[in-house]
């Protein structure tokens, strides 16, 4: 099972964990993505989060596909914030449930890795100071 | 032909938009729409990188644009 | 910060990610083993754990230690349960957060490989027609 | 000297309790205790591999036993 969402509200790592919960599986690799204090030397105060959302849901869908075909794992939940974020706030939560262990948390890794490689979202680091598109400039 | 253009993040600050209408001439592939656009904002060369995404998928260089199309300007992404 | 329970109560992982949150921390990684209904062709009913609590516990800290150790990740949470549990029920969560994923990541699969090996918890698996001590015999 | 050791998992059912009381010598090393138990229950040379534990930390086979030891009998470990 795969079940995408980009979402302006809060995320629930709660019910990533129980959708991704299946009779046949043992493990269960969760990975949360939180907006953290500093980047390099600077104090963040906010992120903005934006999306190309019928493209990111697709990018997102192929992914999923893919570490299906992989591990073979059996669920897959993968949902990502949008808009405005602060300190602590969630901005992904992916959860990968499987038979065995190596499976899920390889396809979670996995994921999160390319999710950040390939998926059209954009967040704009706010500062003290001033702000930044993230990885935009070499 | 007339094309709608997208453009998200850094890119729709440096077009000044997220929508942008180009009028381009048939048969115009995915690399002449970057000439175009680097031509039309200077900006776009300072990006580490950028790609084009045309009805929803990266596009290659060598693609050619239709009136139809839904053209998305995309920049180095950085979601998670 | 390590946080370590052995208990028979049901193991709460939103708890668990929250014990993790920190401002300082951009990943949590998550694992969460559940009792799954299938071990080679047998179809289980229950699993019962049991624990030496005492060593248990000291071997789940110097886990946790070596982690921090190697990978220097920012916080560390092992819950385990004991006592009988049924297909879906959850055995153990780790939670463990840092600055950056991949160290979250390596530290979270190395507690549960770890703790699978040298951890003084024992299993019962109770199937259709008998019961057997996981590993016990060659 | 009179030893408390703990069994658990199949250990302790092949004990048939959790808890077995040993009067042994002095000086008692744990490949002896190892000896003395495969003796006394012949189904644990059957196991795929056992642990002693000491005081709640694995014991190498040359550790002497001391009288107020905590020794605990580990057969393989199967949690998570």
């Not at chain 1, 949360?32 to 390099?40: D, E, L, P, S």
């Not at chain 1, 999923?64 to 939560?93: K, P």
Request: overall charge negative; glycine content about 6%; charged content about 25%.
């Amino acid at each position: 099972m795969i079940d995408i969402k980009i979402t302006n509200e809060i995320l629930d790592a709660a019910a990533c964990i129980a959708k991704a919960t299946d009779a046949a599986c043992g493990g269960i690799a969760v990975f949360i993505g939180a907006v953290r204090n500093q980047t390099k030397e600077k104090k963040v105060t906010r992120l903005e989060y934006e999306c190309y959302e019928s493209m990111a849901l697709k990018e997102m869908k192929k992914i999923a596909e893919e570490a299906i075909r992989l591990w073979s794992v059996n669920n897959i939940i993968i949902h990502h914030r949008t808009g405005i974020l602060h300190i602590g706030d969630t901005a992904v939560i992916i959860a990968v449930s499987s038979a065995h262990r190596d499976a899920a948390f390889d396809a979670c890794r996995y994921i999160i890795d390319t999710l950040k490689k390939t998926v059209p979202i954009w967040k704009k680091e706010i500062f003290e100071g001033g702000e930044e598109w993230i990885s935009a400039h070499a | 032909m007339t094309i709608n253009i997208l453009a998200f993040g850094i890119v729709k600050e440096i077009a000044g938009s997220s929508r942008k209408v180009l009028e381009l001439e048939n048969g115009t592939t995915v690399a002449r729409l970057k000439n175009i656009l680097e031509t039309a904002y200077p900006k776009m060369k300072q990006l580490k990188s950028y790609m084009v995404a045309v009805n929803d998928e990266y596009a290659e260089d060598d693609l050619i644009v239709s009136p139809n199309d839904e053209v998305a300007i995309i920049p180095p992404v950085s979601g998670g």
